[in-house]
């Protein structure tokens, strides 16, 4: 017996129609499992065996007619090669065949005289025939043939020798069986071959991919992974590949694809095993990586060792390997064959199961999930594991179907409360637009004393976020009258939603503003508190009360180095990057935005979002539109705007200044078409969007409209009693709309009296240069108040030219621009006299790079060339020495 796959079996089958047509008649029975090219084979024998000119009898058995005797005999008659009086004489023999008792065909004992008479004149038309031509003849599924006409086809390959014939057989079986009749009589026969079609090689896949998905000479791993998802089943490569050529998915490069003919490849191939087989592999799909064949044996109701032959047959037909099925979209087409009750019942067999035999909370949830409730005391808690499991690992889509099965098996008043409180949190984590409701809900299972502290703590944050403050305050008034029963680390989380609060929103959380709870301040510039949320809240503390005072920064860049990459808490990381933002430490904002961004991969949509926001916002102050612009996209493609709550105009204001950059009126325009939370303007970062729609008019010269967004950031800073006016340059961008409204005079007030109050009530460590205006119109010369660098050094007062339309972009660029780290250097190797090639030699960078970061320097210093960098960079770099890498 030969072993082989289709390609090479095909070089075998060439030599025995050599030998067949040469006189030395073969016969030539080829097994294997179902979708193994069986049938192609006979096709590609039946096509090669036209094209010699050899008369072609064919006939397929089937189950339908396997009572009908001599049924696939009476196909061979079909063919061209028969004369009329040969097919005659051939149906009358058959006529006579049809008329002898079924227990004349009876394998078991041999055939009356008369049968084999007729059998002897059915072969002898057959001899005829071969010997004006040589004669195939092909029989597919011969092991569905009828017991009649097998009776013939072994009378005749029993002594098809010395003749021009070849007879091939195809017969399916998962391992040919020594024991069987045809099998027997083609092992013994020395002109019979017996070929069992295996698995396609890797030389035979990897020439199949070349071919249809134009990718020769595939790397191993390439061609290992086809391999892999199709078993090497012929079948369900051929179905991997049309899906391959018909997927609009992009970024797969050359690996497979499973689509509709995967599915419909699978689900035929299922079809066609027997049942036990197919049961077992309905135990299979169902336990997933849990399978085992003695767990599958507990499932299925199947006696002891009867899995194993099962599965050996699902690995044979390359759906599985291992017991495991090759690839998901096979697990779930065969999951899918069974019935949904009998599948639901299964699930939770499984779940009782696995729960009894100890295994992981999580594996037993997911058959609990997927079954329906079960009445055991257990499943409650495994449930309520399970999903905790899955918000710690950062799977809130799954926390969400863990806690809503958990919810639909609970009966307890309060526990619900608990369970519908998590849920809210989890489905924070992955689409907060569908929290309204739910934290209806929640607010009457506070109002109802079913919350614990901890959930209504939550309860406030979230309608923190949904731009609810006076509910939140609401429940804020509440826990602050049962602060005293508290334990310490409830006072502390008690604490930190306060800070949050007061900082959010200042008018309604004013009288949180001096806390105490917490300790310490952020200011001392080596106090540590006790835990990353703690020292964050003690960073919006001191923003709230005293700006961006030393030490700020420091202690934000030590949180965020302090804090897990993978696993970093957002409340702390958002307090970390807002002192940065408001220190000015905007290159050190960029990268850990970048960094935790890139890393944010497997958190969710609402946690990346976050994070693509703060980096629109940061990108926005240093200049880089572009990238601000990208990372609003970002931001606003993974949350809807109704998903944002009051956090919707840190990407809406950083997309409005990145489209005006770039000359997308239209696209700022449609910004201010997104609705927005009311509340949202009384917050700070409400602030953000004013300033930016109010660039906005300026943009298009409605200095009216303009100068009432900036004058609103006034009144309400004042009002507020901000100490820090951080990313705000509302002066500025006033004084441009006042000039545009023909108010010279103001404009240049508004100017003094911000210098003025700086100096007489300001508590932040930093200087400014006076402002002044020496003329507004064509070409202004303008002095701009400097920006405080860290460590209380400071930046040479910029004079900025620009023609009279852009007059607030180049106000607004002497006071927030700061170069960033490779800027600084290119600058400082500049105004030492280097040239723009030895500079990128000596960084290493190419010389349109250095082009690029020397206009951009120009432009945020406002000056004209090189020749002005000296001076400036003297001052820039004063105790920083600038690095020798990019």
């Not at 290992?224 to 090497?232: E, I």
């Not at 799909?285 to 099962?310: N, S």
């Not at 619900?416 to 934290?439: D, F, G, H, M, S």
């Not at 004084?735 to 545009?740: R, S």
């Amino acid at each position: 017996m030969d072993l082989l796959d289709r390609t090479r079996a095909w070089s075998v089958l060439r030599d025995m129609f050599t030998q067949a047509e040469g006189g030395d008649g073969r016969a030539v029975l080829v097994t294997g499992v179902h979708g193994m090219g069986k049938t192609t084979l006979l096709r590609d024998i039946q096509t090669h065996a036209e094209a010699l000119g050899a008369v072609l009898l064919t006939g397929v058995a089937s189950r339908a007619e396997r009572d009908v005797p001599m049924g696939v005999i009476g196909q061979l008659t079909d063919a061209r090669g028969l004369s009329s009086g040969q097919a005659a004489e051939l149906e009358g023999l058959l006529e006579a065949a049809r008329r002898f008792p079924a227990e004349c065909w009876d394998s078991s004992c041999l055939p009356p005289s008369q049968v084999i008479q007729v059998i002897d004149s059915i072969h002898g038309v057959i001899r005829q025939l071969a010997e004006r031509a040589f004669v195939v003849i092909t029989v597919d599924d011969v092991h569905e043939i009828d017991p009649a006409s097998l009776h013939c086809l072994l009378y005749g390959i029993r002594r098809v020798g010395r003749s021009r014939v070849l007879i091939v057989l195809g017969e399916r079986t998962e391992v040919p069986e020594a024991t069987s009749t045809l099998t027997a009589e083609f092992v013994r026969n020395l002109r019979c071959a017996l070929v069992h079609l295996t698995p396609l090689s890797r030389e035979s896949v990897a020439s199949a991919i070349a071919y249809q998905v134009a990718c020769p000479g595939a790397p191993p791993g390439t061609v290992a992974a086809w391999q892999g998802a199709s078993g090497g089943n012929p079948l369900l490569l051929q179905a991997l590949l049309m899906d391959r050529q018909t997927s609009t998915a992009e970024g797969q490069g050359s690996a497979p694809v499973t689509g509709k003919a995967f599915g419909l490849a699978v689900q035929y191939l299922v079809s066609q095993v027997s049942e036990p087989v197919r049961r077992i592999g309905h135990g299979i799909a169902l336990l997933g990586k849990a399978a085992t064949p003695t767990l599958v044996e507990r499932l299925m109701d199947v006696d002891g060792g009867g899995a194993a032959p099962a599965m050996g047959v699902l690995d044979a037909i390359g759906l599985t390997g291992r017991g495991q099925f090759n690839v998901e979209a096979a697990r779930t087409t065969v999951l899918a064959d069974m019935a949904p009750a009998c599948r639901a019942a299964l699930h939770r067999k499984a779940a009782r199961l696995m729960y009894a035999d100890s295994a992981a909370s999580a594996v037993v949830a997911d058959h609990l999930v997927a079954g329906g409730p079960v009445e055991e005391s257990w499943a409650l808690p495994t449930l309520l594991n399970a999903a905790d499991q899955a918000l710690r690992t950062n799977d809130a889509q799954r926390a969400v179907t863990l806690l809503r099965a958990a919810h639909e098996a609970c009966r307890d008043d309060r526990q619900l409360a608990a369970i519908r409180a998590e849920l809210v949190q989890a489905e924070w984590e992955t689409n907060p637009a569908a929290l309204p409701y739910q934290l209806d809900r929640m607010l009457d299972d506070h109002r109802s004393g079913l919350l614990t502290p901890r959930h209504s703590m939550r309860l406030a944050a979230h309608l923190l976020w949904q731009g609810r403050p006076q509910v939140a305050e609401e429940v804020c008034a509440d826990l602050d009258a049962v602060e005293g029963r508290l334990d310490g680390e409830s006072r502390t989380r008690l604490e930190i939603l306060r800070i949050w609060f007061a900082y959010v929103y200042p008018a309604l959380g004013a009288r949180y503003v001096d806390g105490a709870a917490l300790g310490g301040s952020a200011s001392a510039p080596f106090f540590r508190a006790a835990d990353p949320e703690s020292e964050g809240a003690l960073l919006l503390r001191t923003l709230r009360s005293e700006g961006p005072v030393s030490g700020v920064a420091e202690t934000a860049a030590w949180l965020l180095q302090g804090s897990s990459l993978r696993e970093p808490s957002l409340a702390a990381v958002g307090a970390a990057l807002t002192s940065l933002f408001d220190a000015a430490w905007l290159d050190e904002a960029a990268e850990w935005c970048d960094l935790l961004y890139r890393d944010a991969d497997h958190r969710s949509p609402t946690v990346r979002a976050i994070l693509a926001a703060a980096g629109a916002a940061v990108e926005t102050r240093l200049g880089n539109f572009e990238v601000a612009g990208r990372r609003a996209d970002e931001a606003l493609n993974l949350l809807s705007p109704a998903a944002w709550g009051i956090a919707l105009c840190i990407p809406l204001s950083a997309k409005v200044l990145a489209c005006m950059a770039q000359g997308d009126q239209e696209g700022a325009a449609e910004c201010f078409r997104i609705p927005l939370p009311e509340a949202m303007f009384e917050t700070v970062p409400g602030l953000l969007y004013l300033q930016a729609r109010g660039r906005y008019h300026l943009s298009v010269r409605r200095y009216q409209a303009a100068l009432g967004d900036f004058y609103a950031c006034r009144d309400l800073m004042a009002a507020w009693k901000l100490n820090s006016s951080v990313s705000l340059d509302w002066q500025v961008y006033a004084a441009k709309a006042l000039t545009g409204l023909g108010r010279q005079g103001e404009a240049e007030r508004l100017l003094r009296d911000c210098h003025s109050e700086q100096e007489t009530g300001s508590r932040r460590p930093r200087e400014r240069s006076a402002p002044s205006l020496e003329r507004f119109g064509g070409g202004p010369r303008v002095t701009v108040p400097a920006r405080s660098l860290r460590d209380g050094e400071r930046e040479r007062p910029r004079t900025v030219l620009r023609d009279g339309p852009h007059l607030a972009e180049g106000l607004g660029s002497g006071r927030v621009e700061v170069l960033s780290r490779a800027e600084q250097r290119v600058a400082m190797l500049a105004s030492q006299g280097r040239t723009n090639r030895k500079i990128a030699e000596e960084l290493f960078v190419t010389t349109s790079t250095v082009e690029q970061h020397l206009t951009r320097t120009y432009q945020k210093l406002g000056v004209r060339g090189r020749s002005d960098l000296p001076p400036i960079m003297g001052l820039l770099t004063r105790g920083k020495p600038a690095r020798s890498g990019m």
